[in-house]
């Protein structure tokens, strides 16, 4: 999944980061890459933290951003299979 940030994540979260645990809670082995303008690595401890995979500034470059979606497909692949 990717995530923003910056998403109006609604009652009980005030931002993306903050729905993480939401997301995981209803599928669990969910990758979470969060993407963002800013960054700060408080939120991108923060992110981590409650579950994220990884912390992307939208900054990134393409490339990299698009082997990261691949790994986590990959990896969410081989937690189905064990």
Excluded: C
Excluded at 6 to 11: D, I, V, W, Y
Excluded at 40 to 49: K, L, P, S, Y
Aim: hydrophobic share 50%; glycine share 8%; charged share 15%.
């Amino acid at each position: 999944m990717l995530l923003d940030k910056q998403l109006g994540a609604g009652p009980g979260a005030e931002n993306g980061i903050d729905a993480i645990p939401h997301y995981l809670e209803l599928q669990p082995n969910l990758q979470i890459i969060v993407i963002t303008a800013s960054n700060g690595t408080q939120d991108a401890a923060r992110a981590v933290d409650l579950g994220a995979l990884w912390f992307l500034p939208k900054q990134t470059a393409d490339s990299l951003i698009v082997a990261q979606i691949d790994k986590a497909v990959r990896r969410n692949f081989s937690l189905l299979y064990l």
